[in-house]
């Protein structure tokens, strides 16, 4: 099935935008202006967006990959999703084999991906990820690096250990939960 299957990054194949906002929107609303800023960051120096296609032309699945400020040979990758009618058939373990074959042969070399869940712990464990301690979540690509890049490396480098409480507040109706995060880590 995955020779049917192309990994591509966005921002050479901008006419699946729309689609990839209405995939991520049925799984997690968000207003579109707010999509649209992230998607047209793309670019070949991350952070990348990756679209899973197959042969049809037809969206099968998206990911979002960003570098990690503090370590120059890892990524982080978010927002991995698969058409919702067309999960449980194996998409997702190729979308994640597509991406870390393509992150492999990047110079310079990418060696480990990040990533964080609260619920999908188990499909990534199928993907070979294992849980690893919380670390500080610094996407290169923030604005705050503008300029002080090299005052937050030197911050990081005597960095405060990280908590080993990881949490995301998430609101569900009327409810507010404090969810925990577990964060993964893959050697490719
Ligand atoms: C998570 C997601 C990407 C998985 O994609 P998928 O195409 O359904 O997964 P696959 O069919 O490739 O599954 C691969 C393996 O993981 C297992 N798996 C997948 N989702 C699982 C889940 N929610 N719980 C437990 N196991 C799961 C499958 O059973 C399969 O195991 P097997 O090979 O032993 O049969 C997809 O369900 C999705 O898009 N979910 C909504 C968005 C989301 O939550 N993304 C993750 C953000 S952290």
């Given at each position: 099935m995955s020779s049917n299957l192309q990994l591509l990054p966005l921002h050479e194949n901008q006419y699946f935008q729309?689609?990839?906002?209405e995939l991520l929107n049925d799984e997690w609303q968000q207003s579109k202006t707010i999509r649209m800023r992230r998607l047209e960051r793309?670019?070949?120096d991350f952070p990348i967006s990756y679209i899973l296609i197959n042969n049809n032309n037809q969206l099968i699945g998206y990911c979002y990959v960003d570098r990690l400020l503090d370590e120059e040979q890892s990524v982080i990758v978010e927002?991995?999703?698969?058409?919702?009618?067309?999960?449980?058939?194996?998409?997702?373990?190729?979308?994640?084999?597509?991406?870390e074959d393509q992150l492999h042969q990047r110079k310079p070399k990418i060696e480990f991906i990040y990533l964080t869940t609260?619920?999908?712990?188990?499909f990534y464990e199928k993907c070979g990820y294992e849980e690893t301690n919380p670390r500080v979540r610094l996407n290169i690509s923030s604005k705050l690096f503008n300029g002080n890049e090299q005052i937050l490396k030197n911050l990081l480098a005597n960095q405060i250990q990280p908590t080993t409480d990881?949490?995301?507040?998430?609101?569900?109706?009327?409810?507010?939960?404090?969810?925990?995060?577990?964060?993964?880590?893959?050697?490719?």
């Open positions: 729309n689609n990839v906002i793309s670019c070949n927002s991995v999703c698969i058409q919702r009618t067309l999960r449980g058939n194996g998409y997702g373990r190729i979308l994640m084999k597509l991406l609260t619920d999908k712990r188990q990881s949490h995301v507040i998430l609101q569900k109706g009327s409810t507010i939960q404090r969810i925990q995060t577990i964060w993964m880590k893959k050697k490719i």
